[in-house]
């Protein structure tokens, strides 16, 4: 049992594409993390990151923000299980984190989440994260993003 209170939700990591990189620099268009002035060089870290990265990155959160539950927004639901696994591991037990996704596929009810949530990490140039992520500035809550 956990007796946490904070939430952390998390956009994605999305699907796998055939060129990811391709995909990351044509189709994902909303830069959140950087000003749309600035020069901005997207690496396979912040378009897809690895579930390792991922992994790593989610347990460096939950030290700031210790939860019991993490909500993951994604189309692959394997994605929670390999976070269960990779995240959990060596935790002890009473620091064990369920990870949850949203079962209907419904993206509304993702993106409201996320930005709801006491912390969030997503996608940078995700046009689907910009949307909880503008959100979530507004009222200043922490965000964070994959690989920057």
Not at 35 to 47: E, H, L, P
Not at 133 to 147: E, H, I, K, N
Request: glycine letters at 6%.
């Amino acid at each position: 049992t956990h007796t946490h209170t904070h939430t952390l939700a998390l956009s994605g990591p999305p699907s796998l594409f055939s060129n990811r990189l391709e995909c990351c620099s044509r189709f994902q268009i909303s830069l959140s993390c950087c000003s749309y002035a600035s020069t901005f060089a997207s690496s396979q870290d912040v378009c897809y990151p690895s579930l390792d990265k991922v992994a790593e990155q989610v347990g460096k959160a939950l030290e700031m923000f210790p939860v019991g539950k993490v909500f993951v927004g994604t189309d692959t639901p394997s994605v929670l299980t390999v976070l269960d696994q990779r995240v959990n591991a060596g935790r002890p037990a009473d620091q064990q984190v369920d990870f949850v996704g949203n079962t209907n596929g419904d993206v509304v009810i993702d993106a409201g989440l996320m930005a709801a949530a006491d912390y969030f990490i997503g996608n940078c140039v995700s046009s689907f994260t910009a949307v909880p992520a503008r959100m979530r500035a507004v009222r200043q809550a922490p965000t964070a993003f994959w690989g920057v």
